[in-house]
């Protein structure tokens, strides 16, 4: 049986603390994007096959769109809008503008935080690895090898 009656829940959202009553079936990116009003994190396919709605939920690669916002009561999430550092920005975002690795700019956002998330995860040991665990973030106008590139920038540079 389908509940009507929102929820509350709490989410820390780039370390500030969100309080939100919410339907039991309002999506993680909806409650970021149309609640939260953080609008970084885009949706793309609403699908989970694109990738531009990537976060980090306690650290991990969430697929914001696939992700009930009720079932991350409690949790800590990490957008676009708090990667950096205040003003400093993160070292992938720094190697994303060395490396031209965006065009259209659309899918950058969640490829952000997906690098971010594949290198704190430390799996990835060659450009192939970096490949095949960013292959969840589609780049439809011709980035990809920008942002392989700054992705293996990072790499070398700071997670070593």
């Not at 396919?45 to 769109?65: E, M, N, W, Y």
């Not at 969840?136 to 920038?153: D, E, K």
């Amino acid at each position: 049986m389908m509940t009507s009656e929102k929820q509350s829940i709490v989410l820390t959202v780039n370390g500030r603390e969100q309080q939100l009553q919410l339907l039991p079936w309002v999506s993680l990116l909806d409650a970021l994007r149309e609640h939260i009003h953080l609008t970084g994190t885009k949706k793309g396919c609403d699908h989970g096959q694109c990738g531009a709605c990537t976060i980090l939920v306690d650290g991990k690669r969430v697929l914001s769109c696939l992700t009930l916002a009720v079932m991350k009561d409690g949790a800590e999430i990490t957008t676009i809008e708090g990667i950096s550092n205040g003003e400093e920005l993160h070292p992938v975002q720094k190697a994303f503008i060395e490396h031209d690795a965006f065009q259209c700019g659309y899918c950058t956002p969640g490829q952000i935080c997906s690098a971010v998330g594949m290198l704190n995860e430390g799996k990835a040991k060659t450009r192939e690895e970096v490949q095949e665990l960013m292959s969840g973030n589609l780049c439809r106008c011709g980035a990809n090898r920008g942002i392989i590139n700054a992705i293996m920038a990072v790499k070398q540079d700071s997670y070593e």
